[in-house]
């Protein structure tokens, strides 16, 4: 299995704070993914990373940043965040034409 | 925009057998997966599609219809195990720069002594 590990695994932070989530992947792939999942609506994604500093934006990317500096890190950004960001967060990588493998997800709550 | 339906929740009995359908419409195609995801766990690789037919790996099954926008999971001899979320999604963007992929909201499946 690819190594890919999520920090904080549990958060919780007020309304208005910035929060930063960590993705970090030992297996040197290419594209890695950040998404959120909620209850009735599944897993939606949020940005994504197709290399060093190449992102763009998913579905539901208002009030979200990333950045990739580096192969094996892709960090997600709640500028300040908000009670309707509580949800639980997961990271992905993958290779052309295959699968996800998740990390283990982070879940946050906004207070 | 992409539109992913399966149902919310189905009950079945150990032992016996579980059809999970989706159906899917989405810009493009290149690709159908379906994923497990146990309480509070990460969603895990089950089966992949691509072409029509029938994929078996084991206890579980999947099918593919292109024509249709269709696909089943099917879980044979179900263990208590099985009781989980199962997540159908959609690569549809084939030969871009990225893999991306469409998920449906899941089913829950319970498995019953």
């Known amino acids: 299995d690819a190594g890919i590990t999520q920090s904080p695994r549990h958060k919780v932070t007020e309304t208005g704070t910035p929060v930063t989530l960590r993705c970090h992947q030992t297996e040197n792939h290419r594209y890695m993914y950040w998404y959120r999942q909620d209850p009735g609506h599944g897993l939606r994604l949020i940005h994504y990373s197709y290399g060093v500093k190449d992102t763009d934006k998913g579905e539901v990317s208002d009030g979200y940043s990333v950045s990739r500096s580096k192969t094996e890190d892709f960090l997600l950004t709640l500028e300040s965040a908000t009670s309707s960001q509580t949800s639980v967060y997961f990271c992905?990588?993958?290779?052309?034409?295959?699968?996800?493998?998740f990390g283990s997800g982070t879940r946050l709550t906004v207070v | 925009g992409q539109n992913i339906d399966q149902p919310t929740e189905m009950t079945a009995t150990e032992g016996a057998i579980v059809q999970i359908n989706c159906t899917y419409q989405t810009s493009g195609f290149n690709g159908l997966f379906w994923y497990q995801q146990h309480a509070g766990e990460a969603p895990t690789f089950l089966s992949y599609n691509v072409l029509d037919g029938l994929e078996e790996k084991g206890r579980f099954s999947s099918f593919l219809s292109r024509s249709k926008g269709y696909s089943y999971l099917l879980l044979k001899e179900l263990q208590m195990k099985d009781s989980a979320s199962y997540l159908c999604a959609v690569r549809d963007s084939p030969g871009s720069n990225d893999y991306k992929l469409s998920f449906g909201a899941g089913t829950t499946v319970t498995v019953r002594a």
């Open positions: 992905a990588i993958s290779e052309p034409g295959g699968g996800y493998t």
